[in-house]
Every structure is written in C-alpha cells, then in structure tokens.
C-alpha cells in the first residue's frame, strides 16, 4: 500500500518561502509509471493542481501557469521523497496543500495534507 | 485549460435513495486509446480527497459497487444507487487527461 507522508511548517510569513516534503512509501519516487504531484484547496480557489515531477528516463517538471515563476518541484532519491519550493509568499497562497500520486490516469493516493497559513 | 463544471452543487439525499451527480467539461476527454480521462473523488470532512472512480467507469481499490461512473466525451455521471450516511461529503470530477488537471467546483452531498 502506498502512503505519503507529508511535512513543513503551516505558518508562514509574507514574502517568504514555503518548503513542503512528501516522503513516499511502497513505490518509488523514480518510477516510470506515475508522477508526484502537488494540489492545493483554497475556499476562493478549489482544488487546484500546482505541478508535478516524474522521471522518465531523466527527471522532468511541469507548473500551473499561476505559480510557475515562484515554484519548484524537486525528488530525493536517496530519501524517496518529493519536495515543493514556493517563493514570494502573499496571503493569497493561504490553503491546504497536498501531495499525491498520479497513476493510470487518476491522483490514486494523497498525502494528508498541510494547511498553510501566510500570515505576518 | 480545460473548464470542468459540476451540477448540482448541493445534494440532500435520504438514505436508501439513489443520487446522480453530472459533470461537463469544456473539451472531450476522450484519448486515442479508448479511454475517457475523467475521475470521481470524496472528499469526506477533514480528509483528503479518496479516488472513487477513474476512467470515468472503473472504480478503485476499495470503493463499494453502489458507485458507478458513466458517460463519453465531455458528458459524465457519478450515479450512487443506494445513499448511505457515509457517502456524506464533498464530490469533485476531474480531467485527467492534460496538465494542468483540473476540477469541478464540488457538490456537496447531504443526508435528509
């Protein structure tokens, strides 16, 4: 069974740089048949999926348009786990934050989600 | 991006009753393989969002057969045959078909 387990901090001030871990168990964050993804939920937003790593060969990332300039998506293969950078923090980043799995077409397990506060 | 809109947003449902809930996208999620890349998911008070349906027909790992999933091309259906209280939760589609993946907006389900 596959879990994540998901860590960092869930307050954090403006302008600053939230730095999220997802540790994975039973896969491995080098697969070549699933990603590692990030989603967020925001009352003013929904659910609303921020970017993904996954390896392919070689490692490859992908952002939503809203976040590109500010985030970054890295994996540990040492530690089997994904990381999220996402710099310049304003109120509006305020939501839930979860890691998950996308496999066969659908996000199949999700981490349990941190709820991030920016806020001075 | 691809626009997914859920109807309706609110459900109260009596149990033992079924329920359906409609999903549209703004373009078809229909792959060259066969497959229309479109999932269900509960979200369940306090919780992460649990995959009910992928493929738009397939259930997951778990999930009880009174959830079916239905529908091709733009147009789904999330049919519960017979509401239970723990079927109480937020619903959301999703496309899973291109980056960015999107979602509905949710429909929240009730018990009468």
């Known amino acids: 069974q596959v879990q994540l387990q998901q860590s960092g901090p869930g307050l954090v001030k403006p302008s600053q740089t939230l730095s999220l871990t997802c540790a994975i168990s039973?896969?491995?964050?080098?697969?070549?048949?699933?990603?590692w993804n990030w989603i967020r939920q925001s009352p003013s937003r929904g659910l609303e999926w921020l970017g993904r790593t996954l390896y392919r060969s070689e490692w490859s990332n992908d952002y939503a348009v809203s976040v590109r300039s500010r985030m970054t998506i890295s994996a540990d293969t040492s530690k089997n786990q994904f990381s999220l950078q996402l710099n310049s923090l304003t109120p509006d980043d305020t939501a839930v934050y979860f890691c998950a799995r996308f496999r066969s077409g659908a996000f199949d397990f999700w981490g349990q989600g941190t709820l991030v506060t920016v806020s001075s | 991006d691809v626009v997914m809109t859920q109807s309706p947003l609110s459900l109260p449902v009596t149990p033992g009753e079924p329920a359906s809930i409609s999903c549209r996208s703004s373009q078809s999620l229909l792959y060259s393989n066969g497959y229309n890349y479109l999932d269900w998911y509960l979200q369940k008070p306090g919780q992460s969002p649990q995959l009910l349906i992928y493929?738009?027909?397939s259930r997951a790992s778990g999930v009880p057969d009174r959830f079916s999933g239905n529908g091709s091309g733009t147009d789904f259906t999330l049919n519960i045959s017979r509401v239970e209280a723990e079927d109480v939760g937020v619903y959301y589609c999703m496309q899973g078909l291109q980056i960015p993946h999107t979602f509905g907006q949710g429909t929240k389900l009730e018990i009468k």
């Open positions: 493929l738009a027909s």
């Open positions: 039973g896969d491995s964050v080098s697969t070549d048949s699933a990603s």
